[in-house]
């Protein structure tokens, strides 16, 4: 089996970047030059006494098989060229589930966790071909590499023999193992983006003297928004920009370049980048358009730029961008009109004139941010990256987010659930369609989609979704500035009670209630307010209420037991001004004593920053807070440990199902053997070609029976192909010749509710798993929730027990319930096939019968396909 990619990219301890690829014939002088280089106390403790290399060893890693050997060299751009700066990699053994493995690294590279990467990358190859561990023959003086084997999450046992130590461990990606990876990655990203958000200098590359040029005003932003670093405007004549001396190419800058910045014609952006790197540039953000967006041609061009940043082991935001603004380093490299207010909420566009939009929103709701990156084409930086660097960022509470595309959006989904737990995410996520540009085969498929998928990743993520800016901004504004509900009760102070009554009704719509308030608040309330007033909730300060209504009654509501939240709406009215009334909700509210947060809703025609213009923008927005107070409160989840899963047997069926073609439907027996693997509980059936063989399997399972269609992958119903409660041998005769062979002969099961499960591959996010009411109506019914797979034990619990299908499985109207329990773990043995099995492109199970104890599934299909996983050069 050949390995999936030719060449990977890998983040280091210190935030550069390494290229990891196969070492080809051509390499042989490259490899022995990186040898020759090696000091003796390294060849020494990888070679164990070999003082030298020749060709007969730097051979036997070339073009490695993958089969008997696999081989990795890590590569970094030098004087034009490639420099070979590391060697991993393994021999098969005599028992073919064990390797030997053995790395080294450059003298001057030692130290960076380059040789951590390297194991991470052979061990996913060589797990692709079979192998189960590592050994690794180790000189015990040779600490380093002792260490790595140590630190790299796998589970290893140490044996010494004499001046050896003996170092074994299996290489399956245990869970403490990816925690370990997604560990390292973190440190290694964050390192990588700190010259981005605290530069030591700026070079913009096509900063134009000229006003009104793209380059010269980011160049003017730089420089007005204060900066305190050396900035430096390079344009062809060397001309000075904004009062600033001025430099014809970015290697003529006397000092270092940690920043640049480059806005020229794309035809001319890679030679920028290049002699930008050369001059030892580590964080380049290309404005510029004229790449992926245009076409093959652009395409061509953003990969040759991207290939040069990683070869230098640098990084790279855009191309095709409006810049990055980070308000600690007092950086505004961007060339948006305005300056950016300063805050807690940092946001990542991948549109820059979507971003400038909110941008414009977020100022009139006083909103102020602590960043801004406009991602662009996201060739290397993309949300994923960011995500990590401010999960650490102190001056960020809030992240804000515009997606049109996931680059890795399982990577997405790991990374967005821990940060979520510390730090509200939002996000705008557009361009959603169906999936897929055929008509989908099964029930499973039909009901799913894209937009399921973006649905399930962000719920499970705990990403809090908004369709509009609008509804983006007050929602950041609310998690910004408030404390979180600590559930959905509200109170409604108002002075126009036809405007009480439509907050009330708003709140209805996002999931609010109003409670009555308690008889002592309603008495205080009283002994403060006009005798016409109303002191129900809501409450109704009539007309004539002043700034001094509000300031009384707002503390009295705050402090009943039954009020999570406030939503205090004000009319003009006369001798009452909308920045009196701001100024004693302020005042009523400056402790935050009450630890429950308070939206003003002024329907002024100016309003003070922070204040709501319509109730139902602030009730949506409470409501997105509650949400997100709940997700909290929800319990983290594990991945369960399901037993009885047997991953070869069904691998072997798909092997034998795809020999001779590239997709189809499984046959019954296929279908059966597949499911077994994974111990998915079936009902007992027997293949039977015509009438005799049915009546047969008939008496056998016995009476009543149900006799259905064989034919892989027909939907049985809508053909006919279905005959139910067949309480004799005449009737099953009949039914079979009116069916047509084959059929499958299968026990009645009564009793039961019938139920929807099942897994579609989505090209873009994975497996999803499906649930939901079952039988003939399931794609009319709708109603099936979704989770992207490895579902937790939290996930799968969720599935099972959440809205009309809950209520189902609790029993409705009297019926017995399901056992929740029984479904759950379907689930999450559907999760596991799906997620060791991505040839399985579609699978129905439907329905599946959830009786009081246990659950069966009585009918299934299956699609297998052959498949190449895309890959990318990315691994982090």
């Given at each position: ?11 280091l ?8 690829r ?20 390294s060849?020494?403790?990888?070679f ?15 073009d ?19 420099r070979?700066?590391?060697?991993a990699?393994?021999?098969r ?13 450059a ?26 561990r590592?050994v ?5 003086e040779?600490?380093?590499?002792l ?9 290893a046992?140490?044996?010494l ?6 170092v ?39 900063a ?13 932003n ?11 405007p ?5 001309a ?8 014809r ?8 370049a ?14 920028a980048?290049?002699?930008?790197l ?19 041609e ?62 414009e ?30 999960e ?31 730090k ?39 990403v ?6 609008e ?11 408030q ?5 959905r ?51 109704d ?27 205090v ?47 139902e ?27 009885g ?13 795809l ?27 027997r ?12 008496e ?32 099953v005769r009949?039914a ?6 084959p ?17 579609v ?9 499906a649930?939901?009411?079952g ?5 009319l ?9 490895p ?7 969720e ?15 009297g ?11 379907l ?7 799906g997620?060791?099995l991505?040839e ?6 439907n ?19 052959r ?8 691994t982090w």
């Open positions: 089996m050949a390995v999936a990619a030719d060449a990977l990219d890998v983040i301890r210190d935030g550069t970047t390494l290229r990891l196969p070492p080809r014939a051509a390499d042989e002088v490259a490899l022995l030059s990186f040898f020759s280089g090696l000091s003796q106390q060849l020494y403790l990888r164990h006494g070999v003082g030298s290399v020749g060709p007969p060893i730097v051979e036997t890693f070339l490695p098989d993958w089969v008997d050997r696999g081989a990795l060299i890590g590569t970094l751009a030098d004087e034009g060229g490639e070979v700066v590391a060697l990699g393994y021999a053994l005599r028992d073919p589930a064990r390797a030997e493995v053995a790395f080294v690294v003298d001057a590279f030692q130290g960076r966790g380059i040789g951590t990467r390297m194991l991470e990358r052979l061990a996913a190859l060589a797990a692709d071909q079979g192998i189960e590592f690794a023959e180790v000189l015990s040779n600490t380093a590499m260490r790595v084997l140590a630190e790299a999450g796998f589970e046992v140490r044996r023999d004499g001046s050896t130590v003996e074994e461990f299996g290489i399956a990606p245990t869970e403490a193992y990816r925690d370990q990876v997604e560990r390292r990655d973190h440190v290694a990203v964050v390192a990588s983006l700190r010259p981005f958000f605290a530069p030591a200098s700026v070079a913009v590359i096509g134009s003297p000229r006003r009104g040029s793209i380059g010269g005003e980011l160049f003017r730089v420089v007005e928004g204060g900066f305190p670093r050396p900035a430096y390079v344009n062809r004549s060397g000075a920009v904004a009062g600033v001396s001025g430099y190419s970015v290697e003529e800058i006397p000092g270092p940690d920043l640049a910045i480059v806005s020229l014609p794309g035809d001319l952006v890679v030679d980048a290049a002699a930008a050369r001059k030892g540039v580590r964080a380049l953000v290309v404005i510029s358009a004229g790449f992926a967006e245009l076409g093959r652009g395409v061509e061009r953003q990969d040759r730029l991207l290939g040069l940043v990683r070869a230098h082991g640098a990084r790279l935001i855009g191309p095709n961008c409006l810049g990055i603004a980070a308000t600690s380093a007092k950086l505004n490299a961007t060339f948006a009109p305005h300056g950016f207010p300063p805050g807690n909420v940092a946001f990542s566009s991948q549109s820059g004139a979507l971003g400038l939009a909110l941008l929103q977020a100022e009139e709701k006083g909103l102020g941010f602590s960043a801004f990156v406009s991602i662009g084409n996201k060739a290397d930086v993309s949300s994923n990256d960011l995500l990590e660097y401010w650490d960022d102190p001056e960020t509470d809030v992240i804000l987010l515009y997606l049109e595309s996931f680059g890795n959006p399982r990577k997405f989904g790991r990374i967005a659930r821990r940060i979520a737990r510390k509200p995410i939002l996000a705008m996520k557009s361009g959603v369609t169906r999936a897929g540009a055929r008509a989908a085969s099964s029930h499973t498929a039909a009901l799913a989609g894209s937009e399921a998928a973006v649905g399930a990743l962000f719920r499970q993520a705990g809090i979704r908004s369709g509009s800016l509804e983006l901004v007050d929602i950041a504004a609310v998690l910004s500035t404390p979180l509900p600590r559930g009760r509200v109170a409604v102070l108002t002075n126009a009670g036809g405007l009480g009554i439509l907050c009330a009704d708003a709140c209805d719509a996002a999931g609010l209630e109003l409670p009555p308030l308690s008889e002592e608040t309603m008495t205080a309330l009283r002994d403060g307010l006009p005798r016409e007033a109303s002191v129900a909730n809501p409450v300060m009539l007309g004539s209420a002043t700034a001094a209504s509000y300031e009384t009654a707002l503390p009295v509501v705050l402090a009943d037991p039954a009020v999570d939240g406030v939503i709406l004000f009319v003009p009215a006369a001798r009452v001004a909308a920045d009196e009334v701001s100024a004693a909700i302020a005042r009523a509210t400056a402790t935050g004593e009450s630890g429950k947060p308070v939206l003003p809703v002024l329907l002024a025609a100016e309003r003070p920053p922070g204040a709501f213009p319509y109730p923008s602030a009730a949506r927005a409470l409501g997105r807070a509650a949400e997100r107070a709940e997700w909290l409160r929800r319990p983290a989840g594990s991945l369960p440990a399901v037993e899963l047997n991953p070869n047997a069904a691998r072997t069926v798909l092997a034998q199902a020999a001779a073609a590239d997709e189809r439907w499984l046959e019954p027996a296929e279908l059966r053997q597949l499911l077994q693997a994974y111990g998915i509980p079936l009902v007992e059936e293949l039977a070609a015509d009438a005799n063989e049915a009546t047969a399997a008939a056998d399972v016995g009476f009543p029976v149900a006799a259905k269609s064989a034919i892989a992958g027909a939907h049985k119903t809508e053909r006919g192909g279905v005959a139910l409660d067949l309480e004799n041998a005449e009737a009949a079979v010749e009116r069916i047509g062979g059929v499958v002969i299968q026990p009645m099961v009564k009793g039961g509710l019938e139920l929807l499960a099942g897994v591959q989505d090209p873009v996010f994975g497996p999803l798993v649930f939901g009411p039988g003939v109506l399931a794609e019914i709708g109603e099936a929730g979704f989770r992207l797979a579902l937790t034990d939290v996930d799968a619990e599935l099972v027990r959440e809205g009309k299908t809950g209520q189902l499985v609790r029993g409705f109207r019926a017995p319930p399901a056992d929740a329990h029984a479904l759950a773990d689930l999450c043995r559907l999760s596991a096939l997620e060791e991505p399985v492109v579609e699978l129905d199970l329905p599946v019968m959830a009786l009081p104890h246990g659950c069966v599934a009585v009918d299934a299909r299956v699609r297998v396909q498949v190449q996983a895309p890959r990318s050069l990315k």
